[in-house]
């Protein structure tokens, strides 16, 4: 999929697919076993401590009576840490030994076991294998609190640094040693396996959904809960439950739903029973993760989405939205799309082709916000200047992907731009009555003028429509600024290479502001509507390529003119164009020509004295 890579890392990190293996550890003294998931199975030798989550539910029953005061302190002092202060990098280690020891089934030597908070009991077992060697956090700790640290990665000669993460031969490792790291967990994977103390395993970080709301506004959720049968669907018969109207939105720590007996109390759709309905609604994020699916059709009864439509239009081809919503909505629509995938109702796996994140428009520098009195109220300026001149400002403030910074001043230049296109097709009021256009124009058949305001023109329209393919707006609005410019000899033209030209630039100017293009349609003779039957132009490659160059003729260092010639024309003939022009016989007249370089195409140096 073509996303932003950052956002493509946010959900890969969200996600946190890891390849390891299960790794189980007994107990020294007890029939007890921890088990703990390692992406680094091959560095087991090395593992010298365990570290259990505060939370693991082994703590409690493996920590020795003479230590149970200091755990129980240390356990509550991190009750009120988030998971990301426990897991920052930057937090001092702390941790404390619950007396008890693990055997490494590498070697059966006991280890002792700790808890600290840097280890969660959320992602994977709730309990690690510390190789300080290979993992800075694990070298940390051990420094904090003096714990033995071994290698099993050979670091280069040159490498100063403390845990080494990179490849290397195995040591200290018995037999893996000599192994890269790959060759080397694939080793060592094998070996639990055939020992039966672990398996090669994939883990994620991610977690379940949790979809319900004690809100009004949302899809009910189809479950009714009876006394005798328990938890039991909602009849497909009678999908979909719809919210009532008549509802107590006073607030009373429910949903607004628990007080609508009608709404609330049903029949059991299993027994017949007294039952009620569950009044929470789902999230509204599982709405939006496929309402493209239903806007395809929106009037269908008889299906979520219009399965025929569906698999013809998706995926979307391009997507704009926040980068605020990488790991809610975008991850949501991403996982809903392939379930309905799986389902067969669809023939696409992804559900977003293209993703682009839009800027930020800035005011004095700064995000608006109403604390800081920097916001700009969209109304003032359209009010003002109209809603076009408010929008091409906005798109040529920068790219659209970053935004830009807001000034008040800037978009009078932006008005001054839409006044000049106004008052040109003013000027040529109802010229497709007088004239038709042709599609194209032989180069040969135009004069010096035509041909360059043609070729100009169609060098704007291939300009623009590469510029509006990558949402390159502001770059697309200076190619028809720069247009206009070239346009300031435009009734030097015959009637129809301005017909031509004028209605081209109309309608590359609708998507940017499209009544200013409609009206400038219009305006050319044109009855009618620009976007009833969307019209575009592509260039003319003939005129793409230019049969002129300017070359560019410096004496001894210095430029002293530009000549137009023919493309790619011989030394001798550029030559006597250079020594015709008066501005270099200015500067070498009487004076002995040194020496003469001419690079092809671009400049003709003279050295004279």
């Known amino acids: 999929i073509n996303w932003p890579e950052k956002t493509k890392l946010m959900q890969r990190n969200w996600i946190g697919k890891s390849i390891g293996a299960d790794v189980t550890f007994n107990v020294d003294g007890c029939d007890d076993k921890i088990k703990v998931f390692t992406t680094r199975p091959d560095t087991l030798f090395g593992a010298t401590y365990m570290v259990l989550a505060p939370e693991h539910p082994l703590v409690e029953k493996l920590t020795t009576e003479e230590r149970k005061h200091q755990v129980e302190e240390y356990k509550n002092s991190v009750k009120s840490l988030t998971e990301i202060e426990r897991t920052s990098t930057t937090k001092e280690k702390t941790g404390v030994p619950i ?59 040159d490498f100063n640094g403390k845990a080494y993460l990179g490849d290397g031969p195995a040591i200290n490792s018995n037999f893996l040693n000599g192994l890269n790291v790959k060759d080397a967990k694939a080793k060592m994977i094998k070996w639990l396996e055939d020992k039966n103390i672990g398996k090669g395993t994939i883990n994620y970080r991610l977690r379940d959904w949790l979809i319900s709301r004690q809100r009004y506004w949302g899809t009910p959720i189809p479950i009714i809960h009876c006394e005798k049968c328990g938890e039991v669907p909602v009849e497909e018969s009678d999908l979909p439950v719809k919210l009532p109207y008549d509802v107590d939105f006073k607030p009373g720590g429910e949903s607004p739903l628990t007080s609508h007996s009608d709404f609330i109390n049903v029949k059991c759709s299993k027994c017949g029973s007294d039952a009620k309905r569950d009044p929470d609604t789902m999230d509204t994020f599982v709405d939006s993760s496929w309402y493209y699916l239903r806007f395809l059709n929106p009037k269908i009864t008889d299906a979520i989405f219009d399965k025929d439509k569906a698999e013809k239009w998706t995926p979307v081809d391009m997507y704009v939205g926040g980068a605020e919503h990488a790991t809610m909505h975008l991850l949501y629509a991403r996982f809903i799309h392939k379930c309905i995938r799986d389902l067969g109702l669809l023939n696409s796996n992804e559900p977003f082709t293209r993703l682009l994140h839009q800027g930020t428009i800035t005011y004095q520098g700064a995000k608006m916000s109403k604390a800081r009195g920097n916001v700009v109220n969209p109304d003032d300026f359209t009010n003002i200047y109209g809603s076009d001149v408010f929008r091409l400002y906005l798109m040529f403030m920068g790219p659209f992907e970053m935004g830009g910074d807001w000034s008040d001043k800037g978009i009078s230049g932006t008005e001054r731009f839409v006044n000049r296109i106004y008052d040109l097709f003013e000027q040529h009021k109802n010229m497709l009555s007088e004239v038709n256009p042709s599609i194209e124009y032989n180069l040969n058949t135009l004069s010096q003028q035509e041909k360059f305001i043609y070729r100009k023109t169609n060098q704007a329209i291939h300009k623009v429509n590469e510029e509006l393919e990558h949402f390159h707006f502001n770059t697309a609005i200076a190619a028809l600024m720069e247009l206009l410019n070239n346009l300031k000899d435009l009734t030097a033209c015959s009637k129809e290479i301005q017909a031509y030209v004028l209605n081209r630039f109309a309608v590359m100017l609708a998507p940017l502001a499209p009544h200013l293009g409609e009206e400038c349609y219009n305006i050319l003779g044109n009855d009618n509507s620009l976007f009833e039957n969307p019209l575009w132009f592509k ?22 003119s530009t000549i137009e010639m023919p493309l790619d024309s011989e030394e001798g003939t550029v030559k006597d164009a250079v020594f015709s022009d008066e501005k270099v016989t200015k500067h070498t ?15 003709y140096n003279i050295v004279a004295k």
């Open 539 to 560: 260039p003319d490659e003939n005129a793409l390529v230019e049969d002129s160059i300017n070359i560019a003729v410096q004496v001894n260092g210095k430029l002293r």
């Open 99 to 157: 007396g008890a020891y693990a055997i490494n089934p590498s070697h059966n030597k006991k280890i002792p076991i700790w808890i600290a908070d840097y280890v969660l009991q959320s992602y994977g077992t709730g309990a690690i294998m510390a190789v300080p060697g290979q993992d800075e956090r694990d070298w940390e700790f051990a420094e904090m609190f003096d714990l033995p640290i071994i290698r099993t990665v050979q670091p280069p000669v």
């Open 589 to 603: 007249s009487g004076k002995n020509i040194v020496k003469e370089i001419y690079v092809k195409n671009k400049i």
